[in-house]
Nanobody, 124 residues
Framework: VQLQASGGGLVQAGGSLRLSCAAS????????MGWFRQAPGKEREFLAA????????HYAGSVQGRFTISRDNAKNTVFLQMNQMKPDDTAVYYC??????????????????WGQGTQVTVSS
């Protein structure tokens, strides 16, 4: 699976951005998808995950209620809608995938495939 993240940019605090992650290669619809981010000097942290069917989602507490993960299997794409953004959301955002038919995990180590990252900067 090859992943290509896009949609990052500069946004003011309180604003919104929508990230996309386009997948190619193996059968995308059977892969759980996740979004992570990494700020300078910090570890890569989990944000959200979605099951292959879209029926199960999982969020980190820091983004619960502000970020929404979704997917369109017909277009091999997963999205991360980010609202009420804060300067602390500034980071490189990564999409990731792994094969499972179960509930998606927040463990970074479980994800086998990673996109190249897209920069998100939130100004105060």
């Amino acid at each position: 699976v090859q992943l290509q993240a896009s949609g990052g940019g500069l946004v003011q605090a309180g604003g919104s951005l929508r990230l996309s992650c386009a997948a190619s290669g193996r059968t995308f619809s059977r892969y759980a998808m996740g979004w992570f981010r990494q700020a300078p000097g910090k570890e890569r942290e989990f944000l959200a995950a979605i099951s292959w069917s879209g029926g199960n989602t999982h969020y980190a507490g820091s983004v619960q209620g502000r970020f929404t993960i979704s997917r369109d299997n017909a277009k091999n794409t997963v999205f991360l809608q980010m609202n009420q953004m804060k300067p602390d959301d500034t980071a490189v955002y990564y999409c990731a995938a792994y094969f499972t038919e179960g509930v998606p995990t927040n463990r970074r180590e479980a994800y086998d495939y990673w996109g190249q990252g897209t920069q998100v900067t939130v100004s105060s």
